[in-house]
């Protein structure tokens, strides 16, 4: 893994952010899906319980009308069966997808930063969730604080909504700088070991020093890594969009078929699954930014080198 080592701490311009950011997925998916699988695989459980009590739910529902689709109304007391399904399924799906949130949100970023330290070095996941876990307090708190912002931001989207034309354009330019502020700032409180107010300061100071650079590369590798997670889903999307048309066409029972609820309950935690991995994997992109405006704020790895030199030379 040394030889495929890819500096981090280097002043680049916003393509060459764009190149690393893939060169980088490239050569460590394998290992952070394995991190990724390891670190959730009792979340993956609950999904996949929440999905079938959703599904069951929903299908149950569908079953009761005429014809078997729609909402009917011919067994009141199945229909409130159905819908405690739905509503423990909803219940369960929230907590535990809070839960994925809280402990997801740093697993990039001490992923990052061992790969960083490591120089490319072989870690293993067990550093990953070491690192994570201590600093899991400072990440609840920052997680705490995202939410009067996210209200401050939706707050400002209603104002510049009522702007035709050019209000579109400066919400969404909006939402970009706020999305590389806080990635950036999360970044630099976890590598740089800050508290969570100078990360948030320090964030700030980097993603304002380069406006256009942060909000072009949220831009368009939140707009790559969307396609990306499309891409992915499409195979199951395929198979369940046929499967649909064919219980459509013949009149299927799906409230009595075992095929049905399962299809639709492993892709709806499929779904799931992939939608808190593509997540994960658009926090690295604010990573490589942060390590390359640092690099350009303050030239540390820079003059590291230097110092090195000097040293050899004597």
Same mark, same amino acid.
């Given at each position: 893994?040394?030889?495929?080592?890819?500096? +981090?701490?280097?002043?680049?311009? !916003?393509?060459?952010?764009?190149?690393?950011?893939?060169?980088? +997925?490239?050569?460590?998916?394998?290992?952070?899906?394995? %991190?990724?699988?390891?670190?959730?695989?009792?979340?993956?459980?609950?999904?996949?319980?929440?999905?079938?009590?959703?599904?069951?739910? &929903?299908?149950?529902?569908?079953?009761?009308?005429?014809?078997?689709?729609? %909402? $009917?109304?011919?067994?009141?007391?199945?229909s409130n069966?159905?819908?405690?399904?739905?509503?423990?399924?909803?219940?369960?799906?929230?907590?535990?997808?809070?839960?994925?949130?809280?402990?997801?949100?740093?697993?990039?970023?001490?992923?990052?930063?061992?790969?960083?330290?490591?120089?490319?070095?072989?870690?293993?996941?067990?550093?990953?969730?070491?690192?994570?876990?201590?600093?899991?307090?400072?990440?609840?708190? !920052?997680?705490?604080?995202?939410?009067?912002?996210?209200?401050?931001?939706?707050?400002?989207? %209603?104002?510049?909504?009522?702007?035709?034309?050019?209000?579109?354009?400066?919400?969404?330019?909006?939402? &970009? !700088?706020?999305?590389?502020?806080?990635?950036?700032?999360?970044?630099?409180?976890?590598?740089?070991?800050?508290? @969570?107010?100078?990360?948030?300061?320090?964030?700030?100071?980097?993603?304002? $020093?380069?406006?256009?650079?942060?909000?072009? @590369?949220?831009?368009?590798? $939140?707009? +790559?890594?969307?396609?990306?997670?499309?891409?992915?889903?499409?195979?199951? $999307?395929?198979?369940?969009?046929?499967?649909?048309?064919?219980?459509?066409?013949?009149?299927?029972? @799906?409230?009595?078929?075992v095929l049905?609820?399962?299809?639709?309950?492993?892709?709806?935690?499929?779904?799931?699954?992939?939608? @808190?991995?593509?997540?994960?994997?658009?926090? !690295?992109?604010?990573?490589?930014?942060?390590?390359?405006l640092h690099?350009?704020?303050?030239?540390?790895?820079?003059?590291?080198?230097?110092?090195?030199?000097?040293?050899?030379?004597?």
């Open positions: 893994m040394a030889e495929q080592y890819i500096e +981090l701490r280097v002043n680049r311009d !916003f393509g060459d952010i764009l190149s690393v950011y893939f060169d980088f +997925l490239r050569k460590n998916l394998k290992k952070f899906t394995n %991190v990724f699988l390891s670190y959730n695989g009792i979340f993956i459980i609950g999904l996949l319980i929440c999905s079938y009590l959703l599904v069951t739910g &929903f299908v149950g529902m569908i079953s009761m009308s005429d014809g078997g689709y729609g %909402v $009917g109304t011919e067994n009141p007391s199945g069966s159905h819908w405690v399904y739905i509503l423990i399924g909803g219940v369960f799906y929230g907590l535990i997808m809070m839960a994925v949130l809280c402990l997801n949100y740093g697993l990039c970023a001490s992923y990052l930063h061992l790969y960083e330290q490591s120089k490319g070095r072989d870690f293993h996941r067990r550093e990953v969730w070491a690192h994570n876990r201590d600093n899991l307090g400072k990440t609840l708190l !920052f997680i705490l604080l995202l939410i009067p912002l996210f209200i401050g931001v939706f707050i400002v989207a %209603v104002v510049f909504a009522i702007i035709p034309i050019l209000g579109l354009f400066a919400q969404y330019i909006v939402q &970009f !700088f706020v999305t590389a502020w806080i990635g950036v700032s999360f970044f630099a409180m976890i590598s740089q070991k800050m508290t @969570v107010g100078d990360g948030f300061s320090e964030g700030w100071r980097l993603v304002s $020093g380069n406006f256009w650079k942060s909000v072009g @590369v949220n831009f368009i590798l $939140g707009l +790559l890594n969307g396609i990306l997670l499309m891409v992915i889903l499409m195979v199951p $999307g395929i198979i369940i969009g046929i499967y649909t048309y064919h219980v459509v066409a013949n009149n299927v029972d @799906v409230g009595s078929s049905a609820t399962s299809l639709y309950t492993l892709f709806l935690c499929i779904f799931m699954v992939m939608t @808190v991995y593509a997540q994960c994997l658009s926090q !690295f992109v604010n990573g490589i930014l942060f390590y390359a690099e350009k704020a303050y030239n540390s790895n820079t003059r590291s080198k230097i110092e090195q030199i000097g040293q050899a030379d004597r």
